[in-house]
């Protein structure tokens, strides 16, 4: 009797563990199907930024350096990781912010970085921690954004791959980030004063050109007798050596060229190479080759080089100023194409390509045309918009100082950011009237001086409806001299906008929006309006937030090219108190 109960007991127990067994398999194959297999990840930096003395040019200055370096160190993440940089300002008498330029900043738009916009500035001494997820794939940048201390070397790459298992629709075999910047040798602190002098001091054009921190300053032009150039300028200095891009014969390499001029719209090219565009600022581009790419101060892109010309040689890779005539004030910036395995520091044989026209506006304007939305990959944009606003870009004299303006209002950050005075109701804070939405498009003359060159300075807000779809239309004009059109690029935080057409002249409000492409237009963050041209975007005001607005070069927003938007500020929650420490000392 024993003996068949210890049976059935036995026999029940091992029928418990099947069913125990089948039912952690339903339990794993549930969660398989739950949790996807590339799980995202953190991704923490430590950073330090502070002041040294650097040679990028082989011209000694003092530079803003993280953890010693400039550029900075690239963040690598993949799609969906949500990255973390502890901050430590050392710059003991600048306060300082960084912009994650090109990440939206969903959910966490205090991250953004933009001092007087979204958060207080960090104080010398004092570390403060952002936190974001990077939720597309693509290239982009973090830069400073306070003062003009970017074009001081606060920049760097932010590279997000698609999650493992993924892959682009292009095919490359390696990976490669390049910065193209200007430099100056005087310092930021003299070029804001020149700015802001009475009479105006232009900062002038750039010393040199940088290829991923490098170029190449003529030291034998210092002649000045008061000047010890040996201990100032040396080219021997392997700070500025050529950058050099090795690859290995018959292999495919993605090159991610972004620019982070301070003034300069630039080309770049590859000697002997074309180059196919594949990405811009984070999106697939239908494919379309180029021997010259030109690139604005805040765009990013991607191409595709073959290393199919003669492997016993090296090629240079140069970059030229573009839009402004700097032909006999700043040479080219060189790096050098590295076929392996000649030596990387051996020069080329032949004259470095000499790059465009500065003042080819034809063939810059038919590339911006060129980039559309890669098949497959086109997010349609609305059919109409909600609201239309038209910018027109001039340069103004207010009391005296030269400014640049929008619709004739010259922008000014408040002390108490915009993010936190519009969600605690500070409303002593900022200018309460709104900015202008458009100009007088029937009577302005953009082709000329204008004869009342007076601005008004504000700080007011374009307050959008949630969920709205906004219409911007950049104007540009004459500047306050004659003849004179500049090139400005403008970049949009939180958001990305579809670029919905270009042209030459003055917008007509009532015809020009029919020749839009609303079919395959690309998605960007940043876009530039020619000289006496318009640019035409839409967007979602979709991300609750305070966010800028500006053109991207230094000086031009330091001295007041730039508005904000405002939208869905009601849905946000409690903002972290990280970013307030300026309200609490006021």
């Not at 036995?10 to 549930?30: D, P, T, Y």
């Not at 949790?35 to 953190?42: D, K, L």
């Not at 497959?376 to 870009?393: K, T």
């Not at 001295?559 to 108190?577: D, H, K, T, Y």
């Amino acid at each position: 009797m024993a003996y068949f109960f210890d049976m059935a007991v036995s026999s029940r127990f091992r029928g418990m563990k099947i069913l125990n067994l089948l039912a952690l398999c339903v339990l794993i194959f549930s969660l398989a199907n739950i949790v996807p297999m590339a799980e995202a990840r953190i991704r923490r930096y430590k950073w330090e930024v502070k002041y040294e003395y650097k040679s990028p040019d082989c011209f000694r200055k003092v530079v803003i350096t993280i953890n010693g370096r400039t550029p900075g160190p690239t963040i690598q993440a993949r799609q969906n990781d949500t990255v973390i940089v502890e901050l430590k300002n050392s710059l003991l008498t600048e306060n300082v912010a960084i912009h994650w330029h090109g990440i939206r900043q969903i959910g966490t738009p205090w991250a953004d970085g933009t001092e007087g916009v979204t958060q207080c500035p960090i104080l010398p001494g004092e570390t403060f921690t952002y936190k974001f997820v990077v939720d597309r794939p693509g290239t982009y940048l973090y830069h400073a954004h306070y003062g003009m201390q970017r074009e001081a070397g606060l920049y760097g790459s932010i590279r997000v791959s698609l999650p493992e298992g993924e892959s682009e629709p292009y095919a490359y075999d390696y990976d490669r980030s390049i910065i193209l910047n200007d430099w100056f040798h005087r310092s930021a602190f003299e070029q804001a004063a020149g700015l802001s002098s009475i009479p105006f001091q232009w900062v002038g054009e750039p010393q040199s050109l940088l290829i991923q921190g490098k170029g190449r300053f003529n030291c034998s032009s210092l002649n000045s007798p008061s000047l010890n150039v040996g201990t100032i300028c040396n080219e021997t200095n392997p700070e500025c050596s050529p950058y050099v891009i090795t690859v290995i014969p018959g292999k495919t390499y993605r090159l991610r060229i972004s620019s982070l001029t301070a003034l300069s719209a630039l080309s770049f090219q590859i000697e002997g190479h074309n180059m196919t565009v594949v990405e811009a600022d984070g999106h697939n581009v239908e494919p379309f080759v180029v021997q010259n790419l030109f690139i604005y101060s805040g765009e990013t892109y991607s191409v595709l080089i073959k290393a199919d010309q003669n492997p016993t040689r090296n090629y240079w890779a140069t970059t030229n100023i573009v839009s402004r005539n700097a032909t006999f004030t700043t040479p080219p910036g060189l790096a050098i194409l590295n076929y392996y395995p000649n030596h990387p520091k051996r020069s080329p044989p032949t004259t470095p390509p000499s790059g465009p026209l500065w003042n080819d506006v034809g063939s810059r304007l038919n590339q911006s045309l060129a980039i559309k939305a890669r098949k497959g990959f086109i997010v349609p944009p609305p059919q109409s918009a909600d609201r239309m606003i038209v910018m027109l870009n001039t340069q103004n004299n207010v009391s005296g100082n030269v400014r640049w303006s929008v619709n004739k209002v010259t922008y000014t950050l408040p002390h108490i950011p915009y993010l936190i005075a519009l969600k605690e109701n500070i409303t002593s804070a900022f200018d309460q009237t709104p900015p202008p939405d458009g100009y007088d498009f029937k009577n302005y003359d953009i082709f000329g001086v204008a004869e009342n060159k007076s601005a008004t300075i504000g700080s007011g807000v374009y307050r959008l409806n949630f969920n709205s779809t906004v219409d911007i239309i950049l104007q540009n004009a004459n500047s306050m001299s004659n003849k004179t059109s500049e090139t400005h690029p403008w970049h949009l935080h939180g958001h990305d906008f579809w670029v919905l057409g270009y042209g030459e002249g003055k917008f007509d409000i009532y015809n020009d929006p029919k020749k839009y492409n609303l079919v395959n237009p690309i998605m960007k963050n940043t876009v530039p309006v020619h000289r006496y041209g318009w640019t035409a975007l839409r967007f979602r005001a979709d991300n609750p937030g305070a966010w800028a607005f500006h053109c991207h070069i230094e000086s031009h927003f330091y001295m007041g090219m730039g508005v904000v938007f405002a939208e869905g500020i009601e849905r946000l929650g409690e903002l972290p108190s990280s970013i307030k420490g300026c309200v609490h000392r006021k």
